[in-house]
């Protein structure tokens, strides 16, 4: 068993927007393609060009179907990698102290020097959030870009999680939440970010935006009362033609 | 508990040894990258912030780049077939020898009958170069892909407006407030979109998604409109309907900047009825509401009347604002009355025009910015409404695609939302008018160059590619009587075409980066069966076949002859203002690609080779007085090529100096000027030619500084298209020029001059009873126009295909999860996996396009998945309408512009029991490239 920081400094974290995310995986390539080569071992594709390829991924996008009660079935993009949570099961179950909350920011991580490959700490993960790595077998999990966010070789600009940086339509947003004023914090107090499974009590740390309710304009029966439908000026072609000249004379 | 020790980390790790700034070719989207290089190997892409196309982000597909450049399917030489045709027996061959074989080839057809010659060049990013290639040679038959994509989408657009969506125009993200996206696409422009949907969703706009399928895109549009596919133009139509009954139209807008005043005749017994009621000097008239004269439409201080009627040698003339009213106005396209053919409820679309009339008209932008129009007159501000429109494949890839685009133009303008503030705007070169791109040429001289640039917009039927006789002059058929008006060709007739004589047979096929045997195709068994079909005389019909590629995809196999190509890492490219530019609305651009790193095979960039070859061949330009090479390279092309004087393939950093931008003298160090500066040019456009660019004299002053045109060309919308209506009199019986018998109802019934809806063709020729269900394709984001989906990374995202059903069909023929269907069309049957899929049009099947691989191609494991479970629908959709009892070979495409109508496939599905693997199930071919990678450990060499 590990223990957790009683506090962290700073709670790091994603502001992820299932109303804005597309689920174009833009965000799951390039965070493979920056973490194979930095922090750890590579992220390894076993039969890469086989018959069953199976690569790790620190982040995936997971793909729903929601059939309101009332209203047309919907799709949500659901993209998930680590929460970092504030109690984080992952952590307190390691046999060999390799799972770590950093104490100045909340970056759950894995020292991989440390890690006999277990996978208690997967199996503790109730979000499904861990990958053991088939090659190395070591434990692989997000990092939260922990080699690129204090990066002194980065331009201050990128020094954000590759996740965040590469999404074209501005879903992901980075963050300090222990920041009232920051821009996670804002944003998650603005759209009612919510935890994810609350009930399982590991207080995650990443929030995510709800999708905005669908409006249907118009559906039968029911009249959207910015927009009324339109009324007609005129039944026949002649009458429109006298409304035109009407109108032209005002121009 | 074990003590707690949290190690310290280096938290400044070294990121690169440099990074090289260059352009993504992983689709058609050509965004900026930052290539991290260390150890002299690719290490990580990302965006290039700088970049005027994507701005920093990056898709999938561009981060996945570096399993792309080290994949094991890249070709490795120059190689020759040994097999059968599709074999894909080969031996590899010497440059010198592939270039030999290739020359004694081409030689004597160019000197014989330079029309033997077939050159089309699926996605190629360098068509002004190769072009300029085939019009050198002397075939009439070049094309690139269009007429199997998008051509109606970019035709409609031309036609219409000077311009379409993607690389032709955008909406203004940064203003509206209700966007409305139509069918599939999530293809083209797919970073620029994303960014802009988040633009949208970050202050609120409204999206709304009508696609008969809820992904991508449509997943987070406030409003999903799940319309049923070939009837989008009816929908639109309707809205049009609607807000013209309530007067919801922008008149002004329509007086000023649109044909819609203009007089027509109107005598059904005229010679020249349906056309333009002109002046001595050809300028079409107008009538003048104060003084009640016709008058020329660009008279200074005219005062259009929309609602003219004129009488001139007892000939009635109305104006075209009249038509559209009439046209409109009726109830056939009343909500009421197409609701059930489009599968949306009358009040859906009562709310949905609603909605756009109160953002139009009720929320317009005002932005404080003066500007004069080409008549001379000052505006002292621009006024905006926020609403705009995007649409691609969706809509465009159906029989009746090119009215369906035409109707979405016409209620974009009669929003008023086309470039103003908060609507669509335009990127340079655009708004370009139909009359300032040039005509199709086809003159076919032996030994000789063609006599002009091969693709165009005619205006007539004076300008088809026709002979004598009447008969196509192109291979394709493009610009003839068949499909007149099309742009781009007609790449997906070409094969078929070829094999049955129609209307010749040629001799070499040179083809690159298309995949025609495979998912580039329609009907791909057929098509398979027709590359390798003989004569008599034991000799393939289609008698030789060379072919460039840079890896090992399904068409190497069909070779004769095969150039490798590089990757997109290895080569120069430029993305030329001369070709399909990468402008965006605020400022002309354009970029080039480098070797950022060198090929490790024995293979050459295909435009260095196009270059060699054309200097092997002797083709005029390619060489010099003496007869050797004049470009070492494609690279020496870029920099020293003009197209017209101090106008070249790159605008920017032109000039002894460098310092000029759109026209100049060449500049030897303009390549490393474009590294230096990341990999582009861009040139802002000044803020008051920002909006109404076609009328807009600031705009147009700047067009002709920046080299776009030569002298200002200010148009007005065309609405009404008169050179339709000229087809329309042939086929009734006017003028010198006659099509065919058998074509002049087809052309009377969809050669509109105003938009109209008609069924789609597969629609009209088969049993709705027997065949009830629509089926499409998407290719996924990850994927879409990429030449990747073999791709390391991006297969264990997209690797397998199901075909999806709606809860409807899955519940009545009691589907379960891992059934597999029949699904049958009137060519054919596949058997596949289905999935179930609820947030689908109830009689909507779809799949994932070009997911499915022919075993043994793409580098891949006999085993993998995309050859055993993958499939294509393609097998199931036939390039020929079926057989009219005339003798005739009918194309399934869109009577306008020869696009190929893939979306109007219908089909039953039945339930079938599992089966081991897809049918039908194409024989194995031999993999040309060798390779023992199997586990992927990418980013071991970068470990210290």
């Known amino acids: 068993m590990t223990e957790l920081p009683s506090t962290t400094h700073k709670k790091l974290g994603l502001v992820i927007d299932l109303d804005t995310c597309v689920g174009c995986h833009a965000c799951v390539i390039n965070c493979k393609e920056w973490n194979t080569s930095h922090y750890g071992a590579p992220l390894s594709d076993i039969e890469a060009y086989g018959e069953n390829p199976v690569g790790t991924f620190l982040n995936r996008i997971h793909t729903y179907e929601v059939t309101p009660v009332q209203g047309l079935t919907q799709t949500v993009h659901f993209p998930k990698s680590c929460l970092h949570c504030e109690d984080a099961p992952c952590v307190t179950v390691c046999p060999t102290g390799a799972s770590y909350k950093r104490s100045e920011d909340g970056i759950v991580l894995v020292n991989e020097d440390d890690c006999i490959g277990c996978g208690l700490c997967a199996w503790a993960c109730p979000y499904g959030a861990r990958e053991m790595d088939a090659a190395e077998g070591v434990m692989k999990k997000c990092t939260l870009c922990v080699d690129r966010i204090y990066n002194e070789n980065i331009p201050e600009e990128d020094r954000e999680p590759a996740c965040v940086r590469t999404c074209p339509a501005n879903a992901r947003h ?77 121009i | 508990m074990s003590k707690f020790a949290q190690p310290k980390l280096d938290l400044s790790p070294k990121v690169n040894d440099e990074i090289r700034k260059t352009t993504c070719y992983m689709c058609a989207c050509r965004c900026g990258i930052n290539v991290h290089m260390q150890s002299g190997k690719v290490k990580y892409i990302e965006g290039n912030k700088d970049h005027p196309v ?166 987070i549009a406030d409003d999903w409109v799940g319309i049923t596919p070939g009837t989008d133009g009816l929908f639109i139509l309707s809205l049009v309907h609607t807000l013209m009954a309530a007067g919801k139209i922008d008149l002004e807008y329509l007086i000023r900047y649109t044909n819609a005043p203009y007089l027509i005749d109107s005598d059904p017994k005229s010679k020249t009825f349906g056309l333009f009621l002109r002046d001595n000097a050809g300028e079409p008239l107008i009538l003048d509401r104060i003084t009640k004269k016709a008058i020329a ?105 090119f009215q369906t685009c035409r109707s979405l133009h016409l209620l974009q303008i009669i929003l008023g939302s086309v470039e103003v503030p908060g609507g669509f705007r335009f990127k340079p070169p655009y708004p370009k008018h139909s009359t300032s791109h040039p005509k199709p040429h086809c003159k076919v001289t032996a030994g000789m160059p063609l006599d002009g640039p091969h693709l165009g917009y005619i205006q007539g039927p004076e300008d088809l590619c026709i002979n004598k006789d009447g008969k196509p002059i192109r291979i394709d058929k493009a610009y003839s009587w068949e499909n007149p008006m099309s742009a781009h060709g007609l790449m997906h007739m070409v094969i078929s075409n070829a094999y049955s004589g129609d209307p010749y047979p040629i001799d070499v096929m040179f083809m690159y980066m298309a995949n025609m045997s495979w998912n580039s195709s329609m009907n791909t068994s057929g098509v398979m069966e027709m590359l390798t079909a003989k004569d008599g005389n034991n000799e393939y019909k289609i008698p030789k076949l060379i072919y460039s590629d840079a890896y090992s995809s399904e068409m190497v196999a069909y070779a004769d002859l095969i150039l490798p190509d590089t990757t997109y890492m290895e080569r120069h490219d430029c993305i030329s203002l001369l070709d399909r530019p990468i402008c965006e609305a605020e400022a002309a651009a354009d970029s080039i690609r480098w070797p950022v790193i060198e090929p490790d095979r024995d293979v050459r960039g295909f435009q260095s080779v196009l270059l060699d070859l054309g200097a092997r061949l002797k083709l005029p330009g390619f060489i010099t007085e003496n007869g050797d090479p004049k470009f070492e390279d494609y690279a020496d092309y870029i920099i020293n090529h003009e197209r017209r004087p101090g106008v070249g393939p790159l605008a920017g950093f032109r000039g002894k100096n460098g310092d000029k931008e759109g026209r100049g003298e060449t500049n030897p160090k303009q390549i490393e000027a474009y590294i230096e500066n990341g990999g582009f040019w861009k040139k802002h456009i000044p803020e008051a030619a920002q909006f109404f660019k076609p009328w807009n004299v600031e705009y147009q002053e700047w067009a002709v500084e920046t080299g776009l045109f030569d002298k200002q060309s200010p148009y007005l919308f065309d609405i009404y298209i008169e050179p339709m209506q000229k087809f329309i009199l042939s086929a009734k019986g006017i003028g010198e020029m006659q099509p065919p018998d058998h074509l002049r109802k087809q052309i009377i019934d969809t050669m509109d001059p105003l938009p109209i809806w008609y069924q789609p063709f597969e629609e009209q020729v088969t049993d709705g009873e027997e065949f009830p269900v629509h089926a499409l394709t998407q290719r996924p984001m990850a994927m879409y126009h990429s030449w990747g989906s073999q791709n390391a990374w991006l297969r264990q995202i997209h690797g397998y295909n199901p075909m999806y059903l709606p809860k409807k069909i899955w519940k009545e023929k009691n589907f379960q999860e891992g059934d597999w269907a029949l699904v049958t069309s009137r060519s054919g049957s596949i058997k596949v996996p289905v999935s179930r899929m609820d947030a689908l049009n109830e009689n909507t099947i779809w799949t994932w396009n070009a997911i499915g691989k022919r075993r043994g191609a793409w580098g891949l494991s006999e085993y993998a998945t995309e050859s055993n479970k993958g499939f294509l629908l393609n097998h199931i959709i036939h390039e020929l309408l079926p057989p009219k009892k005339d003798g005739m070979r009918w194309s399934n495409s869109d009577p306008i512009t020869g696009q190929a109508a893939w979306f109007d496939l219908k089909v039953k599905v039945e339930k079938i029991s599992k089966e081991e693997h897809v049918t039908p199930f194409a024989h194995p071919q031999k993999s040309p490239v060798k390779s023992d990678v199997n586990d992927v450990k990418y980013g071991e060499d970068f470990i210290d």
């Open chain 1, 174 to 250: 980075f963050g300090d939440f222990s920041d009232p004023d920051s821009n996670v914090s804002k944003l998650s107090k603005e759209r009612g970010g919510i935890d994810l499974m609350p009930e399982q009590l590991t207080k995650p740390v990443n929030k995510y935006l709800p999708p905005r309710a669908k409006a249907e304009i118009s559906t039968d029966g029911e009249i959207d009362v910015l927009s009324p439908f339109l009324e007609p000026i005129a039944s026949e072609t002649t009458g429109f033609l006298s409304w035109l000249d009407k109108a032209l004379d005002k």
């Open chain 2, 54 to 219: 994507n701005q920093g982000v990056l898709c999938a597909k561009g981060s996945a780049g570096i399993m792309q450049i080290y994949s094991p399917a890249r070709l490795r030489a120059p190689m020759k077939r040994i097999g059968p045709r599709g074999s894909g027996a080969f031996e590899e061959i010497s440059w010198e020898e592939a270039l030999g074989i290739a020359t004694d080839w081409l030689k004597p057809v160019r000197n014989d009958d330079p029309k033997k010659l077939a050159f089309f060049t699926g996605r190629d990013q360098s068509q002004s170069f190769t072009s300029w290639w085939a019009q050198a040679y002397g075939t009439p038959n070049y094309a690139a892909h269009g007429g199997f994509c998008s051509v109606n989408m970019a035709a409609a657009g031309i036609y219409t407006m000077g311009g379409a969506f993607w690389e032709f125009g955008q909406p203004d993200w940064e203003r509206t407030k209700l966007f409305m996206i139509f069918g599939v696409a999530e293809d083209h422009d797919s970073n620029p979109i994303k960014i802009g949907l988040g633009k949208l969703k970050k202050r609120g706009a409204k999206v709304i998604g009508v696609n008969p399928i809820r992904t991508g895109y449509n997943a």
């Open chain 2, 297 to 401: 439409w660009n008279t200074k201080g005219a005062k259009p009347d929309l609602a003219g009627s004129y009488r001139r040698g007892g000939i009635s003339h109305l104006s075209v604002f009249q038509m559209i009213a009439e046209r409109y106005l009726s109830e056939d396209y009343s909500p009421e009355a197409v609701s059930k053919k489009v599968g949306i409820s009358a009040d859906r679309i009562k709310g949905i025009a609603a909605d756009l009339a109160r953002v139009a008209f009720e929320e317009e932008i005002v932005i404080e910015q003066e500007w004069t129009d080409f008549r001379g007159e000052k505006h002292d501000k621009m006024v905006g409404r926020p609403v705009s429109f995007h649409a691609m494949r969706g809509v465009s890839a159906h029989s009746n695609g």
